[in-house]
């Protein structure tokens, strides 16, 4: 079947480079927001989270960052490694139990 | 170890030929949901259930079923498949009624309706 890494933004990067995936949100009063990776074969894997009391969250070598004032989203990984290489989704709680997914950044990296 | 569990992984049958997807989790999760995932419309909830014998209707509901008889089971069920039902297929759990907690996700089910 058609892979869902077709059709998506991709960002390639060389082993070692720090990575910068961007999320734009849509709804103002989303209050959560996770990133996940994807990679094939597997399902969605949680990374990070970040509440939107927050605008700065940081894990092993991710950081995510969040922009309330533009509805922006960002993951940085440090030290990017070929087994980052995956598809990474922005989710939005929207509503009490809904969550709304990005449509994903393919992440490539390159030894 | 903790996970979300559907069966089968792959199946492909014909139109109108009734199927069941089943879902297990092992995390005691109150909050199960169902995805499906197609190239360039990303990730669109199709049910979801905020705790046993609840479900709701997410944004794509129609031509499927629910049922949330047991805490840990929410079997995705297709009465007369029909070809544009063909897709890659995702449970969901988390511990509470959805808000401000992450998702855990099984490792999918690709159904392909001849």
């Known amino acids: 079947g058609e892979s869902v890494g077709l059709h998506l933004p991709t960002l390639s990067v060389q082993e070692g480079d720090n990575s910068i995936i961007n999320c734009a949100y849509s709804n103002s009063a989303s209050d959560y927001f996770i990133w996940y990776k994807q990679e094939s074969g597997k399902g969605p894997q949680f990374i990070i989270d970040?509440?939107?009391?927050?605008d700065k969250r940081q894990g092993q070598r991710v950081t995510v960052l969040l922009n309330k004032t533009v509805k922006h989203l960002s993951l940085q990984i440090a030290a990017t490694q070929p087994g980052d290489s995956a598809v990474y989704f922005c989710?939005?709680?929207?509503?009490?139990?809904?969550?709304?997914f990005g449509k994903g950044t393919m992440l490539l990296v390159s030894p | 170890e903790a996970q979300v569990t559907q069966n089968p992984r792959y199946l492909i049958t014909v139109t109108g030929k009734k199927l069941t997807v089943t879902c297990s989790q092992n995390?005691?999760?109150?909050?199960m949901s169902w995805y499906r995932q197609d190239p360039g419309l990303g990730l669109r909830q199709i049910y979801y259930s905020m705790n046993v014998e609840v479900t709701d209707k997410g944004d794509v509901p129609e031509g499927y079923k629910v049922s949330r008889k047991e805490k840990r089971n929410f079997p995705l069920i297709l009465e007369s498949p029909s070809p544009n039902q063909t897709s890659l297929y995702f449970c969901a759990s988390s511990f509470t009624r959805g808000q401000n907690q992450p998702q855990h996700f099984g490792d999918g089910t690709r159904l392909s309706i001849l």
């Open positions: 995390m005691n999760h109150e909050y």
């Open positions: 970040i509440r939107s009391n927050m």
């Open positions: 989710a939005e709680n929207s509503g009490y139990s809904t969550l709304t």
